[in-house]
């Protein structure tokens, strides 16, 4: 299925026109792309890890994200990519948006979501997961010291690790 995005200046500004995915961006043009960070009633992070199919960052560890669909707000497009990739459906008052960050021509909407005791069961995405497991923050550094985790998620945590640590005092 083509999947198109919105475009957007280098200020955010809507450009009233669409792109389609795996055709190269225009030059001085963005699209919305959703990162989720999600904690389970343990006050652990889930990450999954990028099947070896994947052409990007195989076999590497990341939190959800995926881009936001042409008509898509960013919160929307945030449960909607938890629930593909890890079957997780999550309430609107359960995500909280936390912050933007800029990379390559993508503004990258990062969410917080935070379950339910028992809502932590992840079914994975065929061909894009294959495994997954829950982290302390501890953990995660470690994972990061390693080079475990995918550039997108690498790129994001250090900005990020406070805000993750305030929210659930790890």
């Known amino acids: 299925m083509v999947e198109y995005w919105d475009l957007y200046d280098e200020r955010r500004n809507p450009l009233k026109r669409t792109h389609q995915r795996g055709v190269p961006l225009e030059e001085g043009t963005y699209h919305v792309v959703v990162a989720v960070w999600t904690v389970n009633s343990e006050g652990k992070l889930l990450l999954t890890l990028r099947s070896p199919e994947k052409d990007l960052y195989p076999c590497l560890w990341e939190n959800t994200s ?5 008509g898509e707000g960013s919160r929307a497009a945030a449960l909607r990519e938890l629930a593909e990739e890890t079957g997780i459906n999550a309430a609107d008052e359960q995500i909280e948006f ?15 979501v935070t379950l339910r005791p ?13 495994d997954w497991r829950w982290v302390t923050l501890s953990e995660l550094d470690s994972m990061f010291e390693e080079g475990l985790l995918a550039f997108p998620l690498s790129y994001q945590f250090p900005h990020f690790r406070s805000i993750i640590e305030a929210r659930w005092r790890m």
């Open 66 to 70: 995926g881009s936001v669909i042409s």
């Open 98 to 112: 936390v912050g933007t960050a800029v990379k390559a021509a993508s503004f990258v909407d990062i969410f917080l």
């Open 118 to 130: 028992g809502q932590d069961v992840v079914r994975l995405q065929e061909e894009e997961t294959i």
